[in-house]
């Protein structure tokens, strides 16, 4: 998989738009970008992922560069609850379980403080 | 919603105890997936499951073995505990299509005295 890097950590205001970059310049064609986080003496909660477009849901929105080679995480009004290590991670999916491609491997993450 | 249960979030047992960590998923997901989490060295895979009574061993299975006798439950053993097994255990599931993410457990923090 190929490696990425972040800020080790960020601050933001409460109610602001909280925007977490990831570089991931070794990215291959056929990898998706996949963002987790994990809130204190918790398990980590997938948050969205994506390929080339940009993605929205609930949760967040995935700005993706045209070169794929960085992206934008987007919690667009952070609220307390959203202080956590948020970790980007790119990896190669196929409809064929291998498993050799399955594992999840987590970096350090990006440990994003919400200021009241 | 995808539920990952875990039958506890605290243990505390003594060096040499076998250790049991059970995992449950209520959304029929044909993978399942057991990790340790310590502080520096990230997410690392102990064992996997790609179905029942199948497993694979992950990057560090040494002092773990793991049984999936049912689709929904896929427990983690630890054979002798040693205390530097202490560490925080996640246990995943994921459906068999390629794009489906993981869904974790709560975590079970084990501290081996």
């Known amino acids: 998989d190929a490696k990425t890097t972040q800020p080790t950590s960020m601050d933001c205001a409460e109610g602001r738009a909280a925007n977490l970059p990831c570089n991931h310049s070794?990215?291959?064609?056929?990898?998706?970008v996949y963002w987790y986080r994990q809130i204190h003496s918790q398990g980590p909660q997938y948050i969205i992922h994506g390929l080339k477009n940009n993605e929205t849901n609930e949760m967040a929105s995935l700005i993706i560069t045209e070169d794929r080679k960085s992206s934008t995480l987007i919690l667009p009004h952070a609220t307390l609850r959203d202080t956590a290590v948020y970790y980007c991670?790119?990896?190669?999916?196929?409809?064929?379980?291998?498993?050799?491609?399955?594992?999840?491997?987590f970096g350090t993450g990006t440990r994003l403080t919400i200021i009241p | 919603d995808v539920k990952v249960t875990q039958s506890s979030r605290y243990l505390v047992k003594r060096t040499g105890e076998k250790v049991f960590l059970e995992c449950v998923q209520d959304?029929?997901?044909?993978?399942m997936f057991w990790y340790r989490q310590d502080p520096g060295l990230g997410l690392r895979l102990i064992y996997f499951?790609?179905?029942?009574?199948?497993?694979e061993k992950g990057d560090i299975p040494e002092g773990y073995s793991v049984s999936r006798e049912k689709k929904e439950r896929f427990s983690l053993i630890l054979e002798s505990a040693s205390t530097n097994q202490t560490s925080m255990y996640l246990c995943?599931?994921?459906?068999?299509?390629?794009?489906?993410?993981?869904?974790f457990g709560p975590g079970t923090r084990l501290l081996v005295l």
């Open positions: 070794t990215i291959s064609g056929n990898e998706y």
């Open positions: 991670i790119v990896r190669f999916t196929h409809e064929v379980a291998n498993f050799g491609n399955e594992k999840l491997t």
């Open positions: 995943a599931s994921k459906s068999l299509a390629g794009q489906e993410t993981q869904y």
């Open positions: 499951s790609y179905d029942v009574k199948m497993k």
């Open positions: 959304m029929d997901h044909e993978n």
